[in-house]
C-alpha cells in the first residue's frame, strides 16, 4: 500500500488550503489516518486524526482546534484535512499516515507555506 499527498502550497495569513491523501492498496477503514506536520527544526507532531474502529472519532492538536478538520471519501480512498485561518506559525511539511495492524504507511510531505 501507499499514501500520496498534494495540495501543499504559498498562502497568505488567514487564507485556506485543502490537502489530500490518496491511498492505495490497502481499506482506509481498517486504519487510522492522520495528518502529521514538521516545521524546520522541530519534531514531527500529530495534527489530526480519524478512527474508524472508534465510529469516526476525530482528534486534533488543540492549536488548530476549529481551524482544521479531517475527514475521508471512502468512495475515493482520500483523506483530506481543510485548513482555515491559517497562520505563519502552521508553515511546515504535511504528511499523510495510516496506521493498521500491521502496516504503517508514510506519505512524502507536503509543503505549505503562510507568508505575506
Known amino acids: 500500500g501507499q499514501v500520496v499527498e498534494s495540495g501543499g502550497g504559498l498562502v497568505q495569513p488567514g487564507g485556506s488550503l485543502r490537502l489530500s491523501c490518496a491511498t492505495s492498496?490497502?481499506?482506509?477503514?481498517?486504519?487510522?489516518l492522520s495528518w502529521y506536520r514538521q516545521a524546520p527544526g522541530k519534531e514531527r507532531e500529530l495534527v489530526a486524526s480519524i478512527i474508524f474502529s472508534a465510529g469516526g472519532s476525530t482528534n486534533y492538536e488543540d492549536s488548530v482546534k476549529g481551524r482544521f478538520t479531517i475527514s475521508t471519501d471512502n468512495a475515493k480512498s482520500t483523506v483530506y484535512l481543510q485548513m482555515n485561518s491559517l497562520k505563519p506559525e502552521d508553515t511546515a511539511v504535511y504528511y499523510c499516515?495510516?496506521?493498521?495492524?500491521?502496516?504503517?504507511?508514510w506519505g512524502q510531505g507536503t509543503q505549505v507555506t503562510v507568508s505575506s
Open positions: 492498496g490497502f481499506t482506509i477503514s481498517s486504519y487510522v
Open positions: 499516515n495510516a496506521k493498521g495492524p500491521i502496516y504503517n504507511y
